[in-house]
């Protein structure tokens, strides 16, 4: 599949969209879930600057997902690259920006109670 060429050729969309297929079991092939892999793709591709990338990394560490820990600080961390203008690979949907948006907000809320 074109997503696993791109992401062998270490294109941020590439790494992204194969590493959320692994996180989904959502391989053509019917391939199961591989949350170790698709973690190091998603992980690598949010580095080079995808914002699905950062935001499947941010859902994960929001709600504990994908084997991750729930650490609302790093979910804060890689939301806000989504918002902030460090992506310059853009792949996410209008529904992921609206989520994504909306996790930020309350984990802005909770860390301005942190702080106070």
Not at 23 to 31: A, T, V
Request: aromatic share 12%.
């Amino acid at each position: 599949a074109w997503f696993e060429r791109s992401a062998a050729a270490r294109d941020p969309r590439g790494l992204a969209t194969f590493g959320c297929c692994l996180l989904d079991g959502e391989l053509g092939d019917g391939g199961p879930q591989d949350n170790a892999l698709g973690l190091v793709n998603v992980t690598e591709a949010a580095h080079l600057g995808s914002d699905l990338g950062a935001y499947l990394l941010g859902r994960g560490f929001f709600v504990g997902e994908y084997g991750l820990p729930e650490d609302h600080g790093r979910a804060r961390y890689w939301l806000k690259k989504v918002f902030d203008g460090e992506c310059e690979f853009k792949g996410l949907s209008d529904e992921g920006l609206a989520k994504a948006a909306r996790w930020l907000r309350e984990l802005e809320s909770d860390w301005r109670g942190v702080i106070s």
